[in-house]
């Protein structure tokens, strides 16, 4: 039997994983007092969301498992990462493969046409006429909204739960193009 990794992660002042580092197991609300700046990070285990500004605000980014060598591997808009937190719905071994379910709707309050997947969504225009996604309820799993097709752009969690409005998971505006679920690789 394997030995099981302890959820961590590591953050790198410089991109390819040199310099200056900080290793992380679990929440962390500011890590200016550890790094300067994020240039690479590596995730050995768990699914981690890091975000540009202390105490768990500002752009947020949704990483799993494996290697991110510059800030634009992980679709940052520069070296700034002050805070994470650890999506601790998702543990090695925990979760049984493809519970995940979401459904989004034309309108807010879960209100007209509406869609449900159980799989990633790389382009949304593919399968939903809407550009805009108003609403959401995840029934099952952990889920991340792209504000662009191909998993790129601004990122927002949804864990389960109704979500009435798209402000509801940090979003300015309604726009999503394409939907991934958070697995534990």
């Keep these: 039997m ?5 959820v961590t992660i590591f953050f790198y002042e410089d991109k ?4 200056h580092y900080y290793e992380c197991s679990s929440d962390c ?3 200016s007092s550890h790094i300067s700046r994020c240039n690479s990070i590596r995730v050995e285990c768990g699914a981690w969301v890091i975000y540009e500004r202390p105490h ?5 980014y949704v990483l799993m498992r494996g290697e991110y060598p510059s800030y634009q ?23 049984p493969p493809n519970r995940h379910r979401i459904r989004i709707y034309e309108h807010p309050d879960l209100s007209g046409q509406m869609i449900e997947f159980s799989d990633d969504v790389p382009n949304l225009m593919d399968r939903w006429r809407f550009r805009d996604v108003h609403s959401a309820q995840v029934q099952e799993g952990i889920w991340v909204f792209y504000e662009q097709p191909n998993y790129r752009g601004r990122q927002y969690l949804l864990e389960k739960g109704e979500y009435r409005r798209h ?10 193009g394409s939907i991934r679920r958070v697995l534990d690789l």
């Excluded at 591997?73 to 979760?95: A, E, M």
């Excluded at 402000?167 to 999503?176: D, F, I, R, Y």
Aim: charge should be positive; glycine fraction near 12%; include cysteine.
């Design 167 to 176: 402000a509801e998971w940090g979003a300015l505006h309604p726009s999503v």
């Design 73 to 95: 591997s992980w679709n940052g808009f520069n070296d700034t990462i002050r805070s994470c937190r650890l999506i601790r719905h998702v543990s090695p071994g925990k979760q």
């Design 2 to 6: 394997g030995k099981v990794s302890t």
């Design 56 to 60: 768990y605000i500002g752009y947020q």
């Design 29 to 31: 609300p500011e890590l």
């Design 16 to 19: 390819n994983f040199q310099g």
